[in-house]
């Protein structure tokens, strides 16, 4: 049976058993971007969102405090700039800059993970920044006010707080990752959209593989989601506490539970 | 009795606006000084000058005779021994009761783990909230959050403790068990200055009470003098309204 003669379930079908390796690789590309990329984005966004937040220390000489200011004026455009723009462009400015005025050939690899990382970057410098802020100063200074420094202050609690804020914003980021590698495809990337893109070319069975590779990418962003989710919960801890029993000292030896609502059993 | 802080000409200045006017007085070891005086007179304003969360803009604030405000005292080890308790508590909201108690021996006393939840331990059973250890302060009570907060700021083994209105915060009903905490800790000769509204603490508690009026110490004196005799008609004014209420 030809494939102009099949149903379009059929096709979908044969889309499916024919291509599945080629399907396996797309999704994997993309997933590996999504994900390395949504990491080290993370980690630029708590860089420079951290900067950004930092309030100018009085007691700073003018070197330092002009230089701050030299630093965050550079970080404010690389966010703007990288926020500003679409990723499509990025990528090929990027890719083909470097090779014509640095005559370095970044390689597609490098390239995707260099250009999503940067661009996932620029968001979340804006959503660490937010988080910080949002993060109720009195927090700040109960710390200070046992002596914990700004850096100790800022990583044991002010960052575990705004990061569990922001888990919500990260997990839209991934999701977003996820869907907007296909841009990549400008560079040559062979992730899922290029995949898709082929096999259409190929077979002229543009409805039945956009179906397919709608379906995968949903199963991608889903699971995704639901795992953050997951996380968060875990993040919160349980909702309920052990209270420790009377002998205090021997706080590990047996514990009762309290609920919250239903108060403690003794 | 040995000094521990002496504030002299103390001013602080936001922008134009004149908040603390050269404020003056003494606290000696194991003195539980209580702050009072209406809304915006300044002072959260002054304690928060003496553990140098706010900067003061004149004057001196002598700790053992060695001014803090001309750089010569670390202000983080300061604050290790001046310690505060807040209106809002302030417990760090990402960890557990006995964590909240720990964080400052280990960070910044640097005493290791056994050592530190030992401690933590000691003063949390001393406010009564030892078996709370596991809980967050999103699960405690005003009245519960405070203690912890008090049992805090004594597991760093401060020299003095700020107050600044610890029981404002709280429903009627938990400001006695706060309230309870602290006179216990008066008992033990803990140096104490309070910024309260609660003036059968002052009266009570106190052994000297600071009435502060429009940036400056109106009145300072025992509390019997305070309470029964002031010499101010702005401190009588001041009274009458607790009082009458
Ligand atoms: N960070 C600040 N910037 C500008 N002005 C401030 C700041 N903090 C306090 N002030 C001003 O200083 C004055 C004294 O404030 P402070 O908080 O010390 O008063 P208070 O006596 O503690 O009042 P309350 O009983 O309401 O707590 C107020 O007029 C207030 O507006
Ligand atoms: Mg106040």
Known sequence: ?266 | MEKIIEVEHLVKTFGTNEVLKDISFDVEKGDVTSIIGASGSGKSTLLRCLNMLEEATSGKILYHGKNILNGEVNEDKLRTKVGMVFQSFNLFNNMNVLENCMIGQVNVLKRNKAEAKEKAMHYLSSVGMAQYVNAKPRQLSGGQKQRVAIARALAMDPEVLLFDEPTSALDPEMVGEVLDVMKELASTGMTMLVVTHEMAFARDVSNNVIYMYDGRIEEEGSPEKIFNNPGKERTQDFLSRFINK
């Open chain 1, 1 to 266: 049976m030809s494939i102009s003669e099949m149903n379009f379930f059929e096709r979908m079908l044969y889309i499916l058993d024919q291509y599945s390796g080629s399907f396996f690789r797309g999704a994997a590309t993309t997933m590996v971007i999504a994900l390395v990329c949504t990491f080290f984005g993370c980690v630029i966004g708590l860089l420079v969102g951290m900067l950004q937040a930092k309030e100018p220390d009085r007691k700073d000489n003018v070197v330092k405090r002009s230089l701050m200011h030299v630093v965050r004026f550079i970080l404010t455009c690389y966010v703007e700039v990288f926020r500003g723009t679409p990723m499509m462009l990025q990528a090929a400015f990027i890719y083909y800059g470097a090779s014509q005025v640095f005559h370095i050939n970044l390689g597609m690899w490098s390239a995707a993970l260099i250009i999503v990382s940067v661009n996932t970057g620029a968001y979340m410098a804006e959503t660490v920044r937010g988080g910080i802020l949002s993060v109720d100063p009195g927090q700040t200074e109960g710390a200070r006010a046992i002596g914990m420094s700004y850096s100790s202050t800022m990583f044991h609690i002010v960052l575990p707080q705004a990061i569990r804020n922001i888990m919500p914003q990260i997990g839209n980021n991934l999701i977003i990752n996820i869907k907007d590698t296909c841009v990549l495809s400008i560079i040559g990337t062979v992730e899922l959209f290029f995949t898709f893109k082929s096999i259409s070319g190929a077979l002229y069975t543009y409805f039945e593989a956009a179906t397919v590779t709608m379906a995968i990418y949903f199963v991608l962003t889903f699971t995704c989601s639901r795992i953050l989710r997951y996380i968060e919960t875990r993040m919160d801890g349980p909702a309920n506490f052990d209270l420790a029993t009377s002998d205090t000292l021997a706080f590990t030896s047996g514990l009762t539970k309290y609920n919250k609502n239903t108060g403690g059993s003794f």
